[in-house]
């Protein structure tokens, strides 16, 4: 996984982003907190601050309050309080009614100073006032009563008449009590209005107005904090679903990737386990060794069957497990009908019978064959191994680890098949060489020595005949020389077949139709014999029977074979019967040939069989039963059909007779067309390519063939 790096670096980068955002948003909220905490004790101070001096205000207008400290903390109070929520606001709509807010409370104090001069005159006048309004009202001057009115009222009205009454009264004697009073009366006059203007000045500064104006911007400098605040928390929270998401993945990666590391250990044991015993393994042991790489297949896989199939390797073809009544060709079947519907995709087909409706051929194989889940593999190199499983389920074969491993482990028994077709087919060629040996020894043999045999047989044979015309019939004489001149017929025979034995495989093969050469062989024989009726030739049906070898030599087989059957009748009918057989892997291997078509002629007597003392030397050259026979022509006859890629079976019939069958490759007269395969296309199907493949020599256990 390229991007698993990319990954675990984005994981943590957006650990580190989260944890630095969530510090951030901390900070932030704790910020937060503090400056509400800190403005709202302002702002309440600055409230309490603004109406206590209202109050104090009045308190001092009235007399009631004779201490100015109480007005004079109230401003500082006021002011202290401004300050700290100027520090704190941060829009620049706050901090303007902030300065707004410094700047009329810069005027409040002006006004409140002033306000404390007037209202220090008005309090010692009144006080003054007070006491000589008394005398002059003993003297009975109602100017008191208008002064006391205009404490009360300081409309205009009032202060007119107050006024008037002061032009009223008479001029006083300094120093006099009514001189006192009219000095104060007219201070008071004065002052007065003054402070209630000053009083009302005050109020028009709206004192109510700006605490809800600073209220407000308390709540929008906090509502904007809380929005940062909000900005933040939903963008952590964005980062941490992020990072969530991305550990998941990460771990789901990890989790995934330690899956596959199992499933790919185990797949390296299985295939150590199968690749370990195949190595250097007998030929002997081969096939029980396969057979156990298959048992561990089927094991490994959870498959309820399995079975694997080496094209190759005849004798050995097929391995199922576990080992039950099952049709052995039933995956051949199922390669041949996926071969059909072109369902392989590259070297696999995984199909299951309720959906592979696209596939209608492997539908119904798979239905006939009783299969609901499949799993076909095939590798081509370095040697053709197939197979197929019915699994479980089609989740364990559909990962492509599993799959791969797998592959990996069909590879290990082709690689051990491989080899043990290379050392088979060296043991091949060696005895194949050895054959040719002796074949060009006893060539060699019989031409140095045939000339001087011939001469000398020819010398016997025509002396034999002298004598035969000098001596009477009947006579002893006459009874010496014939067996002296059958002798040298014996002989001359014996010749030509060291000759003929010695000779075998140099004829030039081409394709030919078996049942003519034995329609001229029978003609033959019938008139060697003087018989029609002694041998009888039946056919399978008027179709030809092509094979690939020499007329001649095929010939000299089929006459070996049939004198024989001849003589073991003793005069009765020799029945030669041709057929076509297909041979599959069971019956194939049985009688060591490859799967595939052949032409088989059977030669029945009715003789008394064969013996089981000679049926193991039946075969082997000089070896014979009959006094005046030379031991070479069924050896003739085994070495002829064996170099044409057959062989031949002997079996004694129930109820007498022998039968001998000559099995022959059926040549394909169809132009072969080259094996290539293009990208998306279906491999030909393996039984046409079985067909097309040589056969197995008789009595080899396991032998490689190449392809015509």
């Known amino acids: 996984m390229k991007w698993l790096p990319c990954l675990r670096i984005g994981t943590i980068f957006l650990f580190l982003l989260s944890t630095a955002l969530a510090s951030l948003t901390i900070r932030a909220m704790n910020e937060s907190r503090r400056?509400?905490?800190?403005?709202?004790?302002?702002?309440?101070?600055?409230?309490?601050?603004?109406?206590?001096?209202?109050?104090?205000?009045?308190?001092?207008?009235?007399?009631?309050?004779?201490?100015?400290?109480?007005?004079?903390?109230?401003?500082?109070?006021?002011?202290?309080?401004?300050?700290?929520?100027?520090?704190?606001?941060?829009?620049?709509?706050?901090?303007?009614?902030?300065?707004?807010?410094?700047?009329?409370?810069?005027?409040?104090?002006?006004?409140?100073?002033?306000?404390?001069?007037?209202?220090?005159?008005?309090?010692?006048?009144?006080?003054?006032?007070?006491?000589?309004?008394?005398?002059?009202?003993?003297?009975?001057d109602p100017l008191s009563a208008r002064v006391l009115k205009l404490t009360l009222d300081t409309s205009p009205q009032t202060v007119r008449e107050a006024e008037r009454a002061l032009r009223s009264m008479r001029p006083a004697q300094e120093g006099t009590p009514a001189s006192q009073l009219l000095s104060h009366a007219r201070l008071l006059v004065s002052v007065l209005p003054r402070i209630d203007g000053l009083l009302q000045a005050l109020r028009n500064l709206r004192t109510e107005s700006r605490i809800i104006a600073l209220q407000r911007a308390v709540q929008t400098e906090a509502e904007e904090r809380m929005a940062r605040v909000r900005t933040l928390q939903l963008a952590l929270a964005i980062l941490l679903?992020?990072?969530?998401?991305?550990?998941?993945?990460?771990?789901?990666?990890?989790?995934?990737?330690?899956?596959?590391?199992?499933?790919?250990?185990?797949?390296?044991?299985?295939?150590?386990?199968?690749?370990?015993?195949?190595?250097d393994t007998e030929p002997a042991n081969f096939a029980a060794r396969v057979q156990d790489a298959t048992d561990r297949l089927a094991l490994h896989v959870d498959a309820r069957r399995l079975q694997l199939i080496i094209p190759e390797a005849p004798?050995?073809?097929?391995?199922?497990?576990?080992?039950?009544?099952?049709?052995?060709?039933?995956?051949?079947?199922?390669?041949?009908?996926?071969?059909?519907?072109?369902?392989?995709?590259?070297?696999?087909?995984?199909?299951?019978r309720a959906e592979s409706s696209r596939h209608p051929q492997l539908r119904q194989a798979m239905r006939a064959a009783g299969v609901d889940n499949l799993a076909l593999l095939r590798v081509s190199e370095p040697c053709e191994v197939v197979i197929g499983f019915e699994p479980k389920s089609l989740g364990f074969v559909e990962r492509r680890d599993n799959l791969a491993g797998i592959t990996s482990a069909i590879i290990a028994i082709a690689h051990g098949a491989r080899r043990e077709l290379m050392q088979l087919e060296r043991e091949r060629l060696e005895k194949s060489l050895a054959r040719v040996g002796r074949m060009e020894a006893i060539g060699t043999m019989a031409s140095g020595v045939a000339h001087n045999f011939n001469n000398i047989i020819g010398a016997i044979r025509g002396f034999a005949e002298l004598g035969q015309a000098r001596t009477r019939s009947g006579s002893p004489a006459r009874a010496c020389f014939n067996e002296i001149f059958a002798a040298a017929g014996r002989a001359?025979?014996?010749?030509?077949?060291?000759?003929?034995?010695?000779?075998?495989?140099?004829?030039?093969?081409?394709?030919?139709?078996?049942?003519?050469?034995?329609?001229?062989?029978?003609?033959?024989?019938?008139?060697?014999?003087?018989?029609?009726?002694?041998?009888?030739?039946?056919?399978?049906?008027?179709?030809?029977?092509?094979?690939?070898?020499?007329s001649s030599e095929l010939q000299q087989v089929f006459l070996n074979i049939c004198n024989n059957a001849r003589e073991a009748s003793c005069g009765r009918t020799v029945t030669i019967a041709i057929d076509v057989a297909a041979l599959g892997q069971g019956s194939s291997a049985s009688i060591g040939l490859a799967a595939g078509r052949y032409v088989v002629v059977r030669v029945r007597d009715t003789g008394p069989g064969i013996p089981d003392s000679v049926r193991d030397r039946l075969f082997e050259p000089f070896f014979t039963t009959k006094a005046a026979g030379t031991g070479l022509g069924l050896s003739t006859a085994s070495e002829i059909v064996q170099d044409h890629g057959g062989c031949i079976e002997a079996e004694t019939l129930v109820g007498g007779g022998a039968c001998f069958s000559i099995w022959l490759p059926e040549h394909d007269t169809r132009p072969e067309a080259p094996l290539l395969v293009e990208d998306g296309e279906s491999p030909p199907s393996m039984l046409d390519r079985k067909r097309r493949r040589g056969p197995c020599w008789l009595r080899s256990p396991f032998k490689r063939v190449e392809p015509r």
């Not at 080992?323 to 519907?341: Q, T």
């Not at 394709?511 to 018989?531: C, F, I, N, Q, W």
């Open 241 to 279: 679903v992020m990072f969530v998401v991305s550990v998941s993945s990460l771990l789901m990666v990890q989790h995934v990737t330690g899956r596959d590391l199992r499933a790919q250990a185990a797949n390296e044991r299985l295939s150590a386990a199968i690749a370990t015993p195949l190595i």
């Open 35 to 140: 400056w509400m905490t800190k403005s709202s004790s302002a702002m309440i101070g600055y409230a309490l601050a603004e109406r206590a001096l209202q109050v104090d205000l009045l308190s001092l207008r009235a007399g009631i309050l004779r201490n100015y400290d109480p007005v004079n903390r109230d401003l500082v109070s006021a002011r202290k309080n401004l300050v700290a929520l100027a520090d704190g606001f941060e829009t620049g709509s706050s901090r303007r009614l902030v300065t707004t807010l410094m700047r009329i409370g810069d005027r409040q104090e002006l006004l409140v100073e002033e306000f404390k001069s007037s209202n220090a005159l008005l309090q010692n006048s009144l006080t003054r006032f007070a006491v000589a309004g008394t005398a002059a009202e003993m003297a009975g």
């Open 492 to 550: 001359s025979d014996l010749v030509d077949d060291i000759l003929n034995f010695g000779k075998q495989g140099r004829a030039a093969k081409q394709p030919m139709d078996v049942l003519d050469v034995l329609k001229e062989t029978v003609r033959l024989l019938s008139g060697a014999t003087r018989s029609e009726g002694s041998f009888e030739l039946k056919q399978s049906g008027p179709h030809p029977y092509p094979v690939l070898g020499a």
């Open 315 to 352: 004798d050995s073809f097929h391995f199922s497990s576990p080992e039950a009544n099952h049709d052995p060709d039933w995956l051949l079947k199922l390669v041949r009908a996926a071969d059909i519907d072109s369902a392989w995709f590259k070297n696999h087909v995984i199909a299951s």
